[in-house]
């Protein structure tokens, strides 16, 4: 059974940096994805954020263009989210799933709080 996992987040100041980490298991075609970030605030509904597809191309929410860099290691069935200058309406619950076609099993998610 695919699953995702996903870690990297935690308390930040406004401003600061995390690395967020989604690994893929159960699957051989993690490669073939268009893989994405999505996150979900409290009482709001869950937004995209980026994505990456097979070929590496990127597209970015505007709320994060130019501060998070989305990337991904298909050796490791692995996709990253490196997120700069973070600020507290970043401060969500990220989960990563494919961006076409039918969801895998959604993940635990990581918690991303931006707070002074």
């Known amino acids: 059974q695919v699953q995702l996992v996903e870690s990297g987040g935690g308390l930040v100041q406004p401003g600061g940096s995390l690395r967020l980490s989604c690994a893929a298991s159960?699957?051989?075609?993690?490669?073939?994805?268009?893989m994405a970030w999505y996150r979900q605030a409290p009482g709001k509904q869950r937004e995209l954020v980026a994505d990456?597809?097979?070929?590496?191309?990127?597209n970015y929410a505007d709320s994060v263009k130019g501060r998070f860099t989305i990337s991904r290691d298909n050796a490791k069935n692995t996709v990253y989210l490196q997120m700069n200058s973070l600020q507290p309406e970043d401060t969500a619950v990220y989960y990563c799933?494919?961006?076409?076609?039918?969801?895998?099993?959604w993940g635990q998610g990581t918690q991303v709080t931006v707070s002074s």
């Open positions: 159960g699957t051989i075609f993690f490669r073939l994805y268009t």
């Open positions: 990456i597809s097979a070929d590496s191309s990127t």
């Open positions: 799933n494919k961006n076409s076609g039918t969801n895998l099993p």
